[in-house]
């Protein structure tokens, strides 16, 4: 007779990948051998008629991993992306823990840098345990809600430029973002994957910004201008369900145009952090166009929309 140690080790289940499909789903298969106490009715009858031990039924389950990369990249090559335009997008559903991206090159931040930048100078004033000045909000609230460039060009004096964006940007975790040169802080370089790291420093619990610094920066990002609501928003329930920050910016040399929107979104009651950059685009229209259909695909790829 077996030890019981024996019939305990003999239990551990092997994992096997025994497959996938062209929509991004593969099949674990988990096999529990010998030990596990699950005996087939053949087997339990003849025990003890020829003087044997009875042996144990092998059971097999199969259950899905779902590729959720797989199924975003199928659904963005149904996107149309004009020639010469490139995309990258990064989603997390908040509630489930999905999460997906596409593409994952560097890109002109443009506008969106700016809720980098007012994330930065609050970490700044939190470390310096003082609240911002009144010149400070009024800047802040003219740069997020407005997107006004003199004020993000003030503020980014305030925080130290590159040196105190890159410098609070390591603390957010975030790896493969540059800070722009000199005052160019649209030329800011950053990656789709950064983007959603730097929204759940702004929407999540495990921050390293307090309570009272996200909920301010939260707040900004809800009040955009009308005008300034496309991008992410175009995916939502409606009215309410986004706090977001768009980017466009032509480039001088091409004529082309950079155009960006990030955020936190809800859609059919799933709330989602959501990054989408772009770049090449032929007008800032195309460029719209382009990110909201990609939203849209990142959106079905976590399974937060049923369209």
């Not at 010149?135 to 060009?153: G, K, L, Q």
């Not at 695909?297 to 937060?304: D, E, L, T």
Request: aromatic share 4%.
């Amino acid at each position: 007779m077996a030890s019981p140690r024996a019939l305990v080790c003999a239990a551990v289940a092997s994992v096997v990948l025994v497959g996938g499909t062209a929509a991004g789903t593969f099949y674990v298969q988990a096999r529990a051998h010998a030990g596990t106490g699950v005996v087939s009715s053949a087997a339990a009858s003849s025990t003890g008629e020829a003087g044997g031990e009875a042996t144990v039924e092998q059971v097999e389950s199969v259950e899905p991993v779902v590729d959720r990369d797989a199924l975003l990249a199928r659904a963005m090559a149904e996107v149309s992306v004009a020639d010469g335009a490139e995309v990258s997008v990064a989603v997390l559903d908040v509630a489930t823990g999905e999460r997906a991206g596409y593409g994952d090159g560097a890109f002109d931040t443009a506008s969106i840098v700016k809720v980098d930048i007012l994330a930065a100078l609050l970490l700044q004033a939190q470390d310096a345990g003082r609240r911002l000045t009144a010149a400070e909000e009024a800047y802040a609230t003219a740069m997020i809600v407005s997107s006004d460039n003199d004020s993000a060009s003030a503020l980014w004096r305030v925080i130290g430029r590159a040196e105190g964006l890159d410098a609070a940007n390591e603390r957010f975790g975030l790896t493969g973002t540059a800070g722009g040169e000199g005052m160019l802080w649209g030329l800011t370089q950053t990656t789709a994957a950064d983007q959603l790291t730097l929204l759940g420093q702004v929407f999540g619990d495990d921050s390293e910004l307090s309570a009272a610094s996200r909920t301010y920066l939260q707040g900004l990002m809800g009040r955009i201008a009308a005008g300034q609501d496309w991008g992410v928003s175009a995916v939502t329930d409606g009215p309410g369900a986004w706090a977001l920050k768009n980017g466009w910016l032509p480039r001088t040399a091409t004529g082309l145009w950079d155009v960006n929107s990030v955020g936190r979104v809800t859609v059919d009651g799933h709330d989602c952090l959501l990054a989408v950059l772009s770049d090449g685009n032929a007008t800032k229209e195309r460029g719209v166009a382009l990110v909201e259909a990609a939203a849209g695909a990142a959106v079905r790829a976590v399974g937060a929309s049923g369209s």
